[in-house]
């Protein structure tokens, strides 16, 4: 029931407005109960008109069985006075009455039509049993009612003697009686339609308050549609501000931290193409005055061109190199998900990282030290992790001062393996910490540049640990040399 009341809602899409929802919920709620009320009011009206129609009624024809008896009616029916009575009553009420003696023989119809007739009805034998049946007809407007014909009842309402100690007295006839209620129902009518027309008067009336309630109620989150629409359109760039409600209050908070989110990437991704730029052009502008100088020379020795082409080579490869890093970087984030998990030999991995790198650090005299403090097998993508720690370890070559050492120390617990890479190096400053992550970073540009750096190599790094749902940490004594600790878990869970 409630999912095809769901289904149609679906269909219908002015059902799934929330204006509409208001208006229909006020117009429930405040039509309802008038129209409760007016059906209550006539119904608990009718029953207590019937009721007093029928004590009423039964009091008077109780008075009159009571001069049936004495005039000793049921036998001889010529008595003038009562009959009267009896045909006041019936025409007072558009009734009828049936005076019925113990033979079930009618001995006296209002009508006339009945008389001598005999009658065995359930009603009537239930009266000569002394028992009191009264039946309201609604559709043809009648209450019908039997009153049995008793000695002791009616006279003075207590029992005689004789009576108390013999049980009650019989019941020696039947009064059949019907009443007309049409004077009630006619009441009934007027009050209906009156009511009905004061429902009517108000079902207007709150039609028109949920109308306007339901539009007002809503207003709020209009406004905060027509905010974001000019955010959207670009005719506001501002904050926007909806403080009608506390929802409204929310909604426009999740969009401003949105707005602001969105504006810091515009901002990084802006710095980002400034920096790229930069760092392009800077080889370039090199080999250009390179060239410039060797042209404005005339006759210039051939030496000096070898030289100059040597430095013009330098510059190309570095070139290259930043743009071998930055297809790195994109790389990391066009393939996010598509890590090529197997099971790595991490002791092998990092000797054959040294192994390469080992050229580099002979050349600037540093020794190299792996610890190993047992054999570790992990889930990772065997290029990426190779690509992490040759970053770290170049770094700690790099970075590194005469004569100096770089440790890289690898251990595990149940969940992680670490890697610790440790140098003597320059340090890094501990303001620094943070943003040499970031791309294009350097402490020291000049240095970072002479010695082959792009300000890269972190930012991949980083992103190849993150892939891994790892860590990385760095410490640093400046002057003293710099510890990264890499964390990664040895089991890859698909993201
Ligand atoms: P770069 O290509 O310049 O080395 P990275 O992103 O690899 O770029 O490093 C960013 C900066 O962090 C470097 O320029 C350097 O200043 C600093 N840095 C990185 N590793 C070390 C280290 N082991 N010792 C000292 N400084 C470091």
Same mark, same amino acid.
């Given at each position: 029931?409630?999912?095809?009341?769901?289904?149609?809602?679906?269909?219908?899409?002015?059902?799934?407005?929330?204006?509409?929802?208001?208006?229909?919920?006020?117009?429930?709620?405040?039509?309802?109960?008038?129209?409760?009320?007016?059906?209550?009011?006539?119904?608990?009206?009718?029953?207590?008109?019937?009721?007093?129609?029928?004590?009423?009624?039964?009091?008077?024809?109780?008075?009159?069985?009571?001069?049936?008896?004495?005039?000793?009616?049921?036998?001889?029916?010529?008595?003038?006075?009562?009959?009267?009575?009896?045909?006041?009553?019936?025409?007072?009420?558009?009734?009828?009455?049936?005076?019925?003696?113990?033979?079930?023989?009618?001995? *006296?119809? !209002?009508?006339? @039509?009945? &008389?001598? +007739?005999?009658?065995?009805? #359930? %009603?009537? /034998?239930?009266?000569?049993?002394?028992?009191?049946?009264?039946?309201?007809?609604?559709?043809?407007?009648?209450?019908?009612?039997?009153?049995?014909?008793?000695?002791?009842?009616?006279?003075?309402?207590?029992?005689?003697?004789?009576?108390?100690?013999?049980?009650?007295?019989?019941?020696?006839?039947?009064?059949?009686?019907?009443?007309?209620?049409?004077?009630?129902?006619?009441?009934?009518?007027?009050?209906?339609?009156?009511?009905?027309?004061?429902?009517?008067?108000?079902?207007?009336?709150?039609?028109?308050?949920?109308?306007?309630?339901?539009?007002?109620?809503?207003?709020?989150?209009? *406004?905060? !549609?027509?905010? @974001?629409? &000019?955010? +959207?359109?670009?005719?506001? #760039? %501002?904050? /926007?501000?909806?403080?009608?409600?506390?929802?409204?209050?929310?909604?426009?908070?999740?969009?401003?931290?949105?707005?602001?989110?969105?504006?810091?990437?515009?901002?990084?991704?802006?710095?980002?193409?400034?920096?790229?730029?930069?760092?392009?052009?800077?080889?370039?502008?090199?080999?250009?005055?390179?060239?410039?100088?060797?042209?404005?020379?005339?006759?210039?020795?051939?030496?000096?061109?070898?030289?100059?082409?040597?430095?013009?080579?330098?510059?190309?490869?570095?070139?290259?190199?930043?743009?071998?890093?930055?297809?790195?970087?994109?790389?990391?984030?066009?393939?996010?998900?598509?890590?090529?998990?197997?099971?790595?030999?991490?002791?092998?991995?990092?000797?054959?990282?040294?192994?390469?790198?080992?050229?580099?650090?002979?050349?600037?005299?540093?020794?190299?030290?792996?610890?190993?403090?047992?054999?570790?097998?992990?889930?990772?993508?065997?290029?990426?992790?190779?690509?992490?720690?040759?970053?770290?370890?170049?770094?700690?070559?790099?970075?590194?001062?005469?004569?100096?050492?770089?440790?890289?120390?690898?251990?595990?617990?149940?969940?992680?393996?670490?890697?610790?890479?440790?140098?003597?190096?320059?340090?890094?400053?501990?303001?620094?910490?943070?943003?040499?992550?970031?791309?294009?970073?350097?402490?020291?540009?000049?240095?970072?540049?002479?010695?082959?750096?792009?300000?890269?190599?972190?930012?991949?790094?980083?992103?190849?640990?993150?892939?891994?749902?790892?860590?990385?940490?760095?410490?640093?004594?400046?002057?003293?040399?710099?510890?990264?600790?890499?964390?990664?878990?040895?089991?890859?869970?698909?993201?």
């Amino acid at each position: 029931m409630l999912n095809r009341l769901k289904a149609l809602f679906a269909k219908i899409p002015v059902l799934r407005s929330m204006k509409v929802y208001i208006f229909l919920v006020m117009l429930v709620i405040g039509i309802v109960p008038s129209y409760i009320t007016r059906v209550g009011i006539l119904q608990s009206y009718e029953e207590r008109a019937v009721s007093l129609r029928l004590t009423d009624t039964q009091t008077q024809f109780k008075i009159i069985a009571n001069h049936l008896l004495n005039n000793n009616y049921l036998r001889d029916t010529s008595s003038e006075a009562i009959n009267a009575e009896l045909e006041q009553m019936s025409n007072l009420y558009d009734g009828r009455v049936l005076i019925i003696n113990s033979n079930f023989r009618i001995v *006296k119809d !209002t009508y006339g @039509i009945s &008389e001598g +007739k005999t009658i065995i009805s #359930e %009603e009537v /034998i239930r009266c000569f049993k002394g028992e009191e049946v009264s039946n309201y007809d609604r559709k043809s407007g009648y209450i019908e009612m039997t009153i049995p014909i008793t000695e002791t009842i009616y006279q003075t309402g207590q029992a005689s003697d004789s009576q108390k100690e013999d049980g009650p007295a019989p019941v020696q006839g039947v009064m059949l009686a019907s009443v007309s209620t049409d004077n009630i129902e006619a009441t009934l009518e007027i009050l209906n339609r009156k009511a009905l027309i004061v429902e009517i008067v108000i079902s207007i009336f709150i039609f028109g308050i949920s109308m306007a309630f339901s539009t007002l109620l809503i207003h709020p989150f209009n *406004k905060v !549609t027509r905010a @974001i629409n &000019e955010v +959207k359109d670009g005719f506001q #760039e %501002e904050p /926007i501000s909806v403080k009608d409600y506390l929802e409204t209050e929310h909604i426009v908070d999740a969009f401003n931290q949105l707005l602001s989110r969105m504006k810091v990437i515009d901002d990084s991704r802006q710095e980002f193409v400034s920096n790229v730029s930069h760092e392009l052009k800077t080889p370039l502008t090199s080999m250009k005055v390179l060239a410039d100088s060797l042209m404005q020379q005339e006759g210039a020795p051939v030496e000096l061109y070898q030289e100059f082409m040597q430095d013009i080579g330098e510059e190309i490869e570095r070139e290259n190199k930043i743009i071998s890093d930055l297809l790195s970087l994109v790389k990391l984030d066009k393939t996010a998900a598509q890590l090529d998990i197997t099971a790595v030999d991490m002791n092998g991995l990092l000797e054959l990282v040294l192994k390469r790198l080992r050229p580099i650090a002979r050349q600037r005299d540093v020794e190299m030290v792996f610890e190993s403090i047992r054999p570790v097998t992990a889930e990772v993508d065997e290029v990426k992790v190779t690509q992490i720690f040759t970053n770290l370890v170049e770094n700690a070559i790099k970075y590194n001062k005469e004569h100096g050492w770089v440790k890289v120390l690898l251990d595990a617990d149940h969940q992680f393996f670490t890697v610790e890479i440790s140098d003597s190096g320059i340090g890094i400053p501990q303001e620094d910490y943070d943003h040499i992550f970031e791309r294009f970073y350097r402490v020291d540009k000049s240095h970072s540049r002479q010695i082959g750096g792009t300000g890269l190599g972190l930012s991949i790094t980083r992103g190849a640990i993150l892939l891994h749902r790892g860590s990385v940490k760095v410490s640093s004594v400046e002057g003293e040399g710099s510890c990264f600790t890499v964390k990664i878990p040895l089991i890859h869970v698909k993201q």
